[in-house]
């Protein structure tokens, strides 16, 4: 029987369905250069090789940002946003941050901050250039959180610890 993922993205608040709940923090610029020649991007790297799993994927990225959008609590489709990723990633049974290169990421070094405590899977995709690898690589050793350089192998990582905690039963 063929299984496939769902995929929920922000802001839509759908059931979830899949076994497990996988949320794709981290960078929103910014991917190897294989996969922007392909046009992907890395959540779309990741959700292509857990499609078909049977997975809810938890994907904050939106097509419909506007830049212009005041990062401001009054603001609603702001905290709409910042509301529905700290809701998923909390429904989240695993958590993937990646924090790619070209910018120092805040938010994404938040969200890594938010699961390294919370008992959940993660695995933190870190590139080999990231201003703060550092600290990244000595967290993910404090916590026991799955490391990987870059993105390279991500993808293939995700799929492995996605049926480890199938095997488990969640």
């Known amino acids: 029987m063929d299984q496939r993922a769902q995929i929920i ?3 839509s608040r759908p059931a979830i369905t899949g076994k497990v709940a996988v949320f794709l923090a981290g960078t929103t610029t910014g991917t190897t250069a294989a996969a922007a020649a392909a046009g992907a991007d890395w959540r779309e790297t990741v959700t292509l090789a857990v499609s078909h799993l049977p997975v809810t994927v938890l994907n904050p990225l939106r097509p419909d940002w506007d830049g212009s959008w005041r990062e401001d609590p009054s603001f609603a489709p702001f905290r709409e ?3 529905w ?3 998923m990633q909390e429904r989240a ?3 993937v941050v990646y924090l790619g290169p070209g910018t120092d990421a805040p938010v994404s070094l938040l969200e890594l901050g938010l699961c390294a405590r919370s008992g959940k899977a993660v695995v933190v995709a870190c590139y080999p250039g990231y201003r703060k690898r550092g600290n990244v690589q000595i967290v ?3 916590f026991g959180l799955e490391y990987v350089d870059g993105e390279d192998d991500l993808a293939g990582r995700v799929v492995k610890r996605i049926e480890r905690l199938l095997e488990l039963g969640n």
């Open 93 to 95: 049974d695993l958590v």
């Open 81 to 83: 946003q910042i509301e």
């Open 85 to 87: 990723e700290l809701d």
């Open 140 to 142: 993910c050793r404090w």
């Open 9 to 11: 993205r922000a802001p």
